[in-house]
């Protein structure tokens, strides 16, 4: 009588399920009696009817399929097909099995086709998804530890291409060449290494300017000169900018040229330093600026004075002096002591700015006296 009530289970159970696919078009699973996917059950679950099975495998992301137990009337939902794993499918008289369906004629993720679902090998991927598999990138987790990462499948060697993409472990100047199982890494001519590591040697390509052709003429096999590094063309307000086989001036900014010869740029920012002077008493005083770049305009004169200033001139008590020469166009911006005389031959105080050449005038990047009365002094 039991064995009779497991046959009216599985006939109803084989009806049920070839009900639910033929809704399904161009979905062929069927139900396989008295057989089971065995070693890759990942949830056990309880049910009231075969059909449920269906409905709470499609509830998992990474079910592939079932066996459903016909006398305790539960599921066993599977994370690989009978195609993915054949040496798995074996017969057992308690079970049967059905590939996973879809109510929506949306089929389940395939195999490899997210990080919860990584396949063991490409080979693996080919069997389950058949002729529905294109090389292109897979998740793997070949150690079956846990672990899954993103290979490239070539599904026609069935074998992981690791020439392709991320893969690729080869040196950026060795070609890589792929084989079933393995891959072969050579650096290219003109680099020596084991090809995961090239370096040493470079290749310098030059126009060839006395061939009719002007054809390319590369010569390998020589290191390349870091021209930048020692004496170079480049201006003193120029970067150096290393290249293979020459180099590159540019000027810096706030300079104009063509990086060997850089002149400042005469629309510089700069304030008149006139305005700036601070009647206090009967003298003046420039400790009301703001730092910044100045220029000597009107009655301040032209630039600032190098040689000594004694007391009292200036329009105030501690005249402020240049205690150096100005530089040329080529100098750049350039530090420079400034010295305030005091009432005997010395420096009442001293600070340092900087000076710049623009060719036909020169700008300070002053900053406000100490105190009063002192002021910077110019002249013509």
């Known amino acids: 009588m039991a064995r009779n009530s497991s046959l009216l289970i599985l006939l109803a159970s084989l009806y049920l399920m070839d009900f639910a696919i033929a809704k399904i078009p161009c979905k062929t699973e069927v139900s396989v009696p008295g057989m089971a996917l065995k070693g890759f059950v990942f949830k056990k679950v309880p049910v009231t009817a075969p059909h449920v099975c269906d409905i709470t495998c499609e509830r998992e992301k990474i079910c592939q399929s079932y066996n459903y137990v016909i006398g305790e009337k539960s599921c066993e939902l599977n994370s690989r097909t009978k195609e993915a794993r054949p040496d798995n499918f074996q017969p057992d008289d308690l079970r049967f099995y059905m590939g996973r369906i879809s109510g929506k004629s949306m089929y389940p993720p395939p195999l490899g086709s997210i990080p919860k679902l990584p396949a063991l090998s490409c080979q693996e991927i080919k069997l389950s998804e058949g002729k529905d598999s294109i090389s292109k990138n897979y998740w793997l987790d070949p150690t079956d530890v846990g672990s899954s990462k993103l290979v490239y499948c070539d599904m026609i060697l069935e074998d992981i291409d690791e020439c392709k993409g991320s893969n690729n472990v080869c040196d950026e100047n060795a070609n890589c060449s792929n084989t079933v199982g393995f891959y072969n890494c050579t650096c290219k001519e003109g680099f020596t290494g084991d090809g995961r590591s090239c370096s040493g040697k470079l290749v ?27 004496n170079h063309s480049c201006h003193v307000n120029a970067k150096c900018n290393n290249t293979l086989g020459s180099h590159i001036c540019e000027c810096q900014p706030g300079y104009t040229g063509n990086g060997q010869n850089c002149r400042g740029e005469f629309n510089f920012f700069f304030n008149s330093l006139s305005p700036f002077a601070i009647v206090i008493s009967l003298f003046l005083c420039d400790n009301g600026l703001s730092e910044g770049w100045y220029r000597f305009v009107g009655a301040a004169g032209t630039k600032m004075q190098t040689t000594r200033v004694s007391a009292y001139r200036c329009g105030t008590d501690w005249p402020g002096w240049l205690d150096d020469t100005h530089p040329t166009v ?51």
């Open 204 to 230: 310098a390509c030059f126009k060839n300017k006395r061939r009719k052709n002007k054809s390319a003429k590369c010569i390998y096999g020589f290191s390349d000169i870091d021209e930048c590094k020692g």
């Open 330 to 380: 080529d100098d750049g911006e350039v530090l420079r002591k400034v010295c305030f005389s005091d009432r005997t031959t010395g420096c009442k105080y001293s600070t340092h700015i900087f000076v710049k050449n623009c060719g036909f005038y020169f700008i300070y990047k002053l900053q406000k006296t100490t105190g009063c009365p002192s002021r910077y002094c110019g002249t013509d």
